[in-house]
T-cell receptor
Framework: DVKVTQSSRYLVKRTGEKVFLECVQDMDHENMFWYRQDPGLGLRLIYFSYDVKMKEKGDIPEGYSVSREKKERFSLILESASTNQTSMYLC?????????????FGQGTRLTVV | SQQGEEDPQALSIQEGENATMNCSYKTSINNLQWYRQNSGRGLVHLILIRSNEREKHSGRLRVTLDTSKKSSSLLITASRAADTASYFCATDGSGGSNYKLTFGKGTLLTVNP
């Protein structure tokens, strides 16, 4: 089975801290994604990556950066955490396929910034 | 802004009834997918329909796609209490990138026993 593993289920950080959220997939997928999920807003795409060291901004990249140094790992970085970044963060991965392919999701990291 | 918008936001039905959820999107797409999320969990893929397909079936699921109206529907027949979850549509190929996968806000389905 495909496995997408996020490093923490729950995380509490202080305002101004630099926060790293890690995601690892074990199926050699080319694409990886970071979303945040908030009540009433659904999933919003922060960043995605289609290859090692390649990244593209999603719909809400402000306040975030990402790193993909290895194919299996995609990190989301909050440079200076703020309370409005309190949210559920979901990582996903998928194959490159012209005719589409399903994405596999991790269990999510619930981040609270205090 | 989000590509997909599901309708209704919430739906409550009795076990055995059919549930229909709709998704509208804004720009041209390559594929449209539907996912389910049980409370507090990650999303699980249900079905994918390509832009050149009009209808697809998988078990109790039926998905339609109308690219001229930029809309899709998900029908769950003979619903069960275990179908209680949030359902999201997702599109890829929008915004000039083949790999960008964007989701809507979801429909919360409650199936009462």
């Amino acid at each position: 089975d495909v496995k997408v593993t996020q490093s923490s289920r729950y995380l509490v950080k202080r305002t101004g801290e630099k926060v790293f959220l890690e995601c690892v997939q074990d199926m050699d997928h080319e694409n990886m994604f970071w979303y945040r999920q908030d009540p009433g807003l659904g999933l919003r795409l922060i960043y995605f990556s289609y290859d090692v060291k390649m990244k593209e901004k999603g719909d809400i990249p402000e306040g975030y950066s990402v790193s993909r140094e290895k194919k299996e790992r995609f990190s989301l970085i909050l440079e200076s955490a703020s309370t409005n970044q309190t949210s559920m963060y979901l990582c996903a991965s998928s194959r490159h396929m012209v005719w589409g392919t399903e994405a596999f999701f991790g269990q999510g990291t619930r981040l609270t910034v205090v | 802004s989000q590509q997909g918008e599901e309708d209704p936001q919430a739906l409550s039905i009795q076990e055995g009834e059919n549930a229909t959820m709709n998704c509208s999107y804004k720009t041209s797409i390559n594929n449209l997918q539907w996912y389910r999320q049980n409370s507090g969990r990650g999303l699980v893929h249900l079905i994918l329909i390509r832009s050149n397909e009009r209808e697809k079936h998988s078990g109790r699921l039926r998905v339609t796609l109308d690219t001229s109206k930029k809309s899709s529907s998900l029908l769950i027949t003979a619903s069960r209490a275990a179908d209680t979850a949030s359902y999201f549509c997702a599109t890829d190929g929008s915004g000039g990138s083949n790999y960008k996968l964007t989701f809507g806000k979801g429909t919360l389905l409650t199936v009462n026993p």
